[in-house]
């Protein structure tokens, strides 16, 4: 070893001259203490060079054993693609190949995914869990977004194994998973409304087309246009069916709807609104959505634009209906006094807040008197019928209080002599017209106003049948007045009613009414309900029996008595 002939503790030594050559000793007392020194640093020496023989030894034993001992790297993951993108529903599937790195033989290999929120993840295994060297195993992994809830961020895919030695190891993976977004609408399909029609009037009708475009490269179809309006305009499909309409790519298809204004409006701009459902079919799965599109349409009334401005209520600025009823019964009682040139009573000008204020006064009385008669509010709708019966009832007042102002101001003695007589035999006509209007049938009745008069006379509403002669034909009619003077009496054919909506309370309560014939007031009442519904339940309408179309006044002789026929004056739906 490294120094052993300097490792023996001796002491000088000297050769010396003696027989036999035997070593002779002389240390004297001075050399003793220097010979222990260079011993004991000899012996250091020593000491020190077997630590650092023993060391290299054991490091060079520990390296061989670690390269003895090693494992063996883990197989290398692949993931393709390394980025899928999902919307809700949609399914995708990767393929995750394990390659081997090593010269030895993995067994036990199985693939499995870190539980990710929103996702539902499925592996399809190999057919074999041992990957031999060299070689390569593919796992197919399907991927599902179920939830509503984002689910971008990585996935994480952990492969297990274990050596021929039984050692285990582990290999990761993850591929990156994103949101799809949804395919904007107006790249899918566009629609509009074209009309040539702006305004429309009470009781007319329109036409106005609903458009749909297919913009996109996959069929499109229409799952169904629903519209809403105003309750006294009524929107219809016309010509075909609205749903179930499928658009191939780059189609067209336009839906025709017919616009139809009631008899009572309310008059200003109103909005049409139709939603176009739509249903494709997209990466994930079907989609559907809708299109809303508006149409302004502006309302009105037949005639009365042209009324209002050949009486000057355009110039003067004034209000459509509220103020006309007090305006037009102030200017009557003006035109009247400057007709028979009278000074009192007088009317204030126009120009004053006096006349203003009796011009409100008077169309309050007549908001509050119009429904007493009509059963409805012209403040809420109304149509050229209402407009008639207004204005002309407002002409009527302004007459009568003109009339009662005469009287007033022409005092006692006018009372006393011509002028009482000749105003009582105007009251007895204006008496006599109005018995006849609420008691009397006219042409003009329909079954419900008929109804009400024979109400008021206190007869039955199944009216006595009877054979009527007109001309040179005979037809079916019933009663539906008391005797009038002259021998006269006033016939009707049947009446019918028409279902239009399905309410089973309403036409079960009908029904009940129809068999109380001496009951025929609650049953206009429960008809005119049904009609004025928005929409409309039914509709009450006159049959014609040959030249017998609705109310006629007809001699008593040209009535034969029809037996005892089953008819009812009105027939149920």
């Not at 290999?109 to 869990?129: D, E, F, K, N, W």
């Not at 519209?227 to 839906?255: K, N, W, Y």
């Not at 994930?284 to 302004?296: A, D, F, M, N, Q």
């Amino acid at each position: 070893m490294v120094g052993a002939d300097n490792c023996a503790l001796t002491g000088a030594t000297r050769r010396t001259g003696m027989p036999n050559g035997a070593p002779a000793f002389n240390l004297t007392g001075s050399d003793r203490p220097a010979a222990l020194a260079a011993a004991a640093r000899r012996l250091f020496r020593c000491l020190v060079a077997m630590c650092a023989a023993l060391l290299g030894v054991f490091l060079a034993l520990s390296v061989v054993q670690a390269q003895g001992g090693a494992p063996p790297a883990p197989p290398a993951l692949t993931i393709s693609p390394a980025t899928v993108t999902l919307s809700r529903g949609e399914t995708v599937e990767a393929l995750v190949v394990a390659r081997s790195q090593v010269t030895a033989t993995l067994q036990g290999l199985q693939l499995s995914s870190v539980p990710a929120g929103g996702l539902a993840v499925a592996i399809r295994p190999p057919l074999t869990s041992t990957l031999l060297p060299g070689a390569a195993l593919v796992w197919r992994v399907q991927i599902t977004r179920t939830g509503e809830r984002p689910a971008a961020g990585p996935l994480y895919l952990q492969l297990d194994y274990r050596t021929q030695d039984g050692v285990p190891g582990v290999s990761t993976g993850s591929l990156e998973i994103q949101d799809r977004l949804p395919l904007e609408m107006g790249k899918v399909a566009t629609a509009y409304v074209e009309s040539a029609l702006s305004q429309i009037q009470d009781n007319q009708s329109g036409l106005l087309y609903v458009v749909v475009n297919n913009v996109s490269a996959m069929p499109v179809t229409v799952t169904g246009i629903s519209t809403a309006a105003p309750d006294f305009i009524a929107l219809a499909p016309l010509g075909g069916p609205t749903s179930g309409v499928r658009l191939e790519p780059q189609m067209s298809h336009s839906f025709p709807f017919s616009v139809t204004a009631g008899s009572q409006v309310r008059p200003g701009k109103e909005t049409l609104l139709f939603e176009v459902g739509l249903q494709w079919a997209d990466t994930g799965g079907v989609r559907r959505s809708s299109l809303v599109l508006t149409r302004p349409l502006t309302v009105g009334i037949l005639g009365q634009l042209d009324i209002l401005t050949a009486l000057g209520f355009t110039a003067l600025g004034l209000p459509t209906l509220f103020l006309a009823p007090g305006f037009l019964v102030l200017m009557i009682l003006q035109i009247l006094t400057g007709l028979f040139a009278i000074d009192k009573p007088k009317v204030p000008d126009i120009k004053t807040p006096q006349f203003w204020s009796l011009a409100v006064l008077f169309s309050l009385a007549a908001a509050f008197i119009y429904p007493l008669f009509t059963h409805k509010s012209y403040l809420q709708v109304y149509g050229l019928q209402d407009i008639a019966f207004l204005w002309s009832g407002a002409c009527a007042a302004g007459v009568v209080l003109f009339a009662l102002g005469i009287v007033s101001w022409a005092g006692a003695t006018l009372l006393r002599g011509t002028l009482f007589p000749g105003l009582a035999a105007s009251w007895g006509r204006l008496r006599a017209w109005w018995h006849d209007r609420q008691f009397v049938p006219s042409r003009g009745d329909w079954p419900v106003d008929v109804l009400y008069k024979l109400a008021r006379n206190g007869m039955p509403f199944a009216g006595l049948p009877v054979h009527i002669t007109l001309g040179n034909q005979t037809v079916d009619g019933f009663v539906i007045s008391p005797d009038l003077p002259g021998n006269l009496v006033w016939v009707a054919p049947a009446a019918q009613l028409q279902q239009l909506g399905a309410d089973a309370a309403y036409w079960g309560e009908l029904a009940g009414r129809l068999d109380a014939v001496n009951e025929p007031g609650p049953l206009a009442e429960l008809i005119k309900s049904g009609e004025q519904r928005r929409p409309p339940l039914l509709r009450a309408s006159w049959v014609p029996s040959g030249a017998l179309t609705g109310p006629r006044q007809v001699d008593k002789g040209q009535l034969t008595t029809a037996g005892q026929v089953p008819v009812r004056m009105i027939t149920g739906p």
